[in-house]
């Protein structure tokens, strides 16, 4: 079946890089996201990698895709306090309307 | 820069009363989908829309209507709110097949509690 695995919880200090990995199971994906969810908040899209990449950087975000291990990861340079967040990785299945989250990682940075 | 938005943001009910959560998108996205968030368990697809007049089930489908009568609008129902329907509920649209990166977009959530 489609699932996504992320740990649940991660902390760092500031200044510090942070990792937040994913799994997923299902072959098919096209697009594999990362969104961030602050407290109260909705999901803001962070970025998104299409399954023929292997890396995406845009500033601070680099996403790098092992798509022969179905692994997802999220690297935050030089991170801040205002990234603590819950991390949640998705996959969209292909051609169909489905999007499969994780159930987040919480990031907490420490100053 | 609207995007989704959800209306109530917060709302309390009493066991056994009735309401409706709305959304409405204005990126005009084929696709719209209510989730609910609980702790521990991620976001889980109530129900979902593949265009104007259509509904489909999701994961956990009981106990809520929906109704997309217009593109731009998702409502979701509540006939008899329980307790187990707490939680924090999410509206979301994306476009069809094959453009934009197919992103998702969220509105802020509604926060629902039921007593």
Redesign the interface.
């Known amino acids: 079946g489609e699932d996504v695995e992320q740990s649940l919880f991660l902390s760092v200090r500031e200044g510090d890089s942070s990792v937040i990995n994913c799994t997923y199971t299902d072959s098919s994906s096209?697009?594999l996201?990362w969104?961030k969810q602050e407290p109260?908040?909705?999901?803001?899209?962070l970025t998104?990698i299409?399954s023929n990449m292997d890396m995406k950087q845009d500033q601070r975000l680099t996403v790098l895709l092992n798509k022969k291990d179905k692994h997802l990861s999220l690297r935050i340079a030089d991170t801040q306090t205002g990234d603590s967040a819950i991390y949640?990785c998705?996959e969209?299945i292909s051609?169909t309307?489905k999007?499969i989250?994780?159930?987040?990682t919480r990031l907490k940075v420490l100053a | 820069n609207a995007g989704?938005t959800q209306t109530p943001k917060f709302r309390v009910l009493k066991t056994g009363q009735s309401m409706t959560l709305l959304c409405a998108q204005d990126m005009n996205h084929e696709?719209m989908?209510w989730y609910r968030q609980d702790p521990?368990?991620?976001?889980r697809l109530i129900h979902?829309s593949?265009g104007e007049g259509t509904t489909a089930k999701g994961e956990v489908p009981d106990g809520y209507n929906v109704s997309r009568l217009k593109k731009q609008n998702f409502l979701l129902g509540l006939e008899s709110a329980a307790p187990s329907q707490t939680s924090v509920y999410?509206c979301?649209s994306?476009h069809g097949?094959g453009s934009s990166?197919?992103?998702?977009?969220?509105?802020?959530?509604s926060w629902l509690t039921v007593v």
């Not at chain 1, 989250?101 to 987040?104: K, R």
């Open positions: 096209t697009y996201y969104y109260g908040a909705g999901l803001q899209l998104y299409f949640f998705a969209r051609g309307y999007y989250f994780g159930t987040g | 989704v696709y989908y521990g368990m991620g976001l979902y593949v999410f979301a994306s097949q990166g197919n992103t998702i977009y969220f509105g802020e959530g």
